[in-house]
């Protein structure tokens, strides 16, 4: 769960006295946007609030969007304000169901800190709008599109929170950030074909239709669209890759620190029979037929259908095949077995995660103490204790054999009680398990038929104000990566702006040429940048290091490559044989997990607790 970039247009960010150009939206109206303008000198034009299907509500609640008949209007419409969020629930630390983690909070207050006045929250069950962010060039181009799917856990999250003024001002692309439903009016499912889910993810696929359709009206190039996400917009990319409804509509692919193999990505039919009855039954609705069910969830006022709906399941993507005889279904297999049999838009792939993505779960707030051994020992059992959980709590498993394995490959040599070290090699353990190796599956996968650029982000921010509350030994936490990437060093407020260190500017700089680059040649060191970033290949394996010394390929001192293969080739082997007698419908994952990262995070602190009471 993060929080992109909530950065609003700062106060310097005005009106011209010249209007932009006036589009006229295919089958719906034209449209007036705005310039934004910083410093009075450097301007882009900016598109806000654009209908990109339906309004999603009365019979439209639980229906995938309608947007081949789109909004129309007479006249020129104003889209130079926001449309409101979808609907969800502020985060709150104390929230048990969705609490805001640790690397979320510092993150939005760093950017609080570069607000003159914090962002006034909206939200609307009408919300299918995206915006578009211009180049302000005189001539007009076939400027190549990066689409944006905010993260959030697919509960929450915004594309209004997001500021590209540098990315589009300096790398000269055009910019949508797109809305799509979240939580339980986005992925709710009646497991049939009433209702088959995955709303959300068919939201950005008519967002992506209206791109196709309308962006050469803007200066872009339909046939040169780069998808572009972090965190779960990471999975709704990888999800794009290998749906069918997405076929086509874009040419290339960013994922950022977030994984479509990653354990919890996706829901199973069966697993979800239990969450329609807790629906049903929690707004007093006859259960079946999943007609009557819809009927009586499409009258409940939508407040109350997030109050009450969304606590009552980890909302996300479904395996909905099965479900409908009328439609195609968006995920027709998990993805792991989608991407082993090679169904998947083979377009070039850009994708990584930084060095310490979740350290600040592990983080005892004032104690930098490091772990003991026997912490490490607790952490590093329930993490492979999730792998091998099955639902018949009777049958047999060989746990030892495969808790053995991991911990032979793992234990420190020599043997150290030194709890720095110990420290680092369980976050070594955990980042390799979780996003090293189901990004290094993914590239084995995609670099059959497509280039693939692998990156691991090691660059601590220069800048004091950018770590405040981020201690020494942490280098860059989940989020602190989009830092680099929307140039928010250049973002602060007038007054502030001397106080980032012109290094994580230059850095900036790069990072944004290195992601465009991409976005326009389908190679990140194309132009501009004179940094060798080698292709993956299975046979040779290459990620691409941003630390603060330089900017390098990995060696085997900076990548573990015989840790991922142990994860990727070797561990479910040794899980095959110690699950045996245990065998049960294959849950999707790079290690069949059936708990998610969350739960799996909240056993391994509940032990931590009993660990330090007795």
């Not at 000198?41 to 609640?61: M, S, V, W």
């Not at 409804?245 to 620190?257: H, P, T, V």
């Not at 049903?280 to 969830?297: E, I, M, Q, V, Y």
């Not at 991991?406 to 030194?418: A, L, M, S």
């Amino acid at each position: 769960m993060i929080y992109t970039i909530v950065v609003l247009m700062l106060v310097t960010l005005v009106h011209s006295a010249r209007e932009p150009k006036q589009i006229t939206l295919l089958n719906q109206g034209t449209i007036a946007g705005m310039y934004i303008t910083r410093f009075r000198t450097k301007r882009i034009a900016a598109y806000l609030g654009i209908p990109y299907a339906q309004p999603p509500i009365d019979f439209r609640r639980f229906a995938p969007p309608e947007y081949t008949d789109l909004p129309q209007w007479e006249g020129v419409r104003n889209a130079t304000t926001f449309a409101p969020d979808c609907m969800q629930s502020d985060p709150k630390k104390e929230d048990v169901q969705n609490p805001l983690n640790r690397h979320d909070e510092l993150f939005a207050k760093l950017l609080e800190s570069q607000l003159e006045e914090p962002r006034q929250k909206e939200y609307s069950e009408d919300c299918l709008y995206l915006n578009v962010y211009v180049p302000d060039d005189f001539k007009m181009e076939r400027y190549p599109t990066m689409v944006w799917f905010h993260g959030g856990d697919f509960v929450r999250g915004s594309p209004n929170s997001i500021n590209p003024f540098q990315l589009v001002l300096k790398q000269k692309v055009i910019f949508v950030s797109v809305a799509y439903r979240l939580n339980i009016f986005g992925f709710f499912s009646t497991l049939d074909n009433e209702a088959s889910g995955n709303f959300g993810l068919l939201d950005q696929v008519a967002a992506l239709n209206f791109v196709k359709n309308n962006i050469l009206s803007f200066g872009g190039d339909p046939d040169n669209v780069c998808i572009f996400g972090h965190d779960a917009g990471a999975v709704s990319v990888g999800l794009h890759l290998v749906s069918s409804y997405s076929s086509g509509l874009f040419q290339k692919a960013i994922a950022m620190s977030g994984n479509v193999l990653a354990p919890d990505t996706v829901n199973i039919a069966r697993k979800e029979l239990i969450t329609v009855d807790k629906v049903a039954s929690a707004f007093s609705c006859f259960r079946k037929p999943t007609s009557k069910l819809l009927d009586c969830l499409r009258r409940v006022n939508y407040q109350a259908l997030l109050d009450i709906g969304e606590p009552l399941a980890p909302w996300k993507p479904i395996v909905d095949n099965g479900f409908s005889n009328i439609s195609q279904p968006f995920l027709t297999d998990f993805p792991s077995t989608m991407f082993q049999d090679e169904t998947f838009s083979p377009v070039p792939l850009l994708t990584g995660f930084t060095n310490m993505e979740d350290a600040l779960l592990f983080y005892k707030e004032g104690d930098d103490s490091g772990i003991s051994q026997r912490e490490f020992d607790v952490m590093r059992e329930e993490m492979i204790l999730s792998d091998i959980t099955v639902d018949n709590s009777s049958c047999f498993t060989n746990q030892h054999h495969i808790q053995d394995a991991v911990e032979f490959f793992y234990k420190p040599i020599p043997p150290t009680n030194n709890e720095t070290i110990l420290r680092k090699l369980f976050l070594d353990f955990y980042t390799e398990k979780v996003y090293g190796a189901t990004t290094y599956l993914l590239a084995k996968h995609m670099s059959k038929l497509a280039p693939v650029y692998l990156y691991r982000f090691d660059l601590k921010p220069f800048t004091d104000a950018a770590n405040e509350g981020i201690p020494d030994w942490i280098t860059v936490p989940h989020n602190f990566d989009l830092i680099f990437a929307f140039g928010l060093p250049y973002s602060a407020l007038p007054e502030d702006l001397n106080k980032w260190d012109y290094r994580d500017k230059s850095i900036s700089d790069i990072v944004m040429k290195m992601w465009t680059n991409f976005a326009w040649y389908s190679n990140p060191t194309n132009s501009g940048v004179i940094i060798q970033w080698d292709t993956f290949e299975i046979e040779r394996p290459g990620f691409f290091i941003i630390d603060r010394q330089n900017f390098t390929m990995s060696t085997p001192q900076t990548i573990n490559y015989k840790a991922l293969e142990f994860w990727t080739d070797f561990y479910p082997k040794v899980l095959e044989i110690g699950t045996k007698c245990c065998k049960e419908v294959q849950e999707d994952s790079g290690s069949e997990s059936v708990l998610t990262r969350k739960k799996l995070l909240n056993i391994i602190f509940i032990n931590l607790i009993f660990i330090f009471i007795i």
